[in-house]
């Protein structure tokens, strides 16, 4: 803090002490009034993290178990595919056209239509 900012500071109060001085008696109704407002907005803001600890007890065990059960299943649905790619089972899957070049017994018109050849287009 330089010396100027502290002889500001007795300037600034010593002028806003005067302002308040010239306006006479001070007028506190106002603040009287408005008290109950401001304690039951007290009241409420005290009272809402109790909602969010609450809501939150209520709902994260179920989101976590929500999670494993997600978790496991992404963990065990690759395994069950590839073991079926593997085995010829699964030959109508994108994987498999991927990994046999063929799309196998069933036809699948969409498929059909994006590995259609040049050739294929003109007739």
Known sequence: MTDDERHLG?????????????HGEPDVERLIQSLPGML????????????????????VPRLGFATALLVAAAWLWPARSTHGAAQGTDDSSLDSWIVTGSAGRLSDPLLDALVQTEGDRER
Do not use: C, Y
Request: no cysteine; hydrophobic share 50%.
């Open 10 to 22: 007795p300037k600034v109060a010593r002028e806003a002490l005067s302002v308040a001085a010239s």
């Open 40 to 59: 039951s907005e007290a009241e409420r803001r005290r009272r809402a993290p109790e909602r969010i600890v609450s809501a939150a007890a209520f709902w």
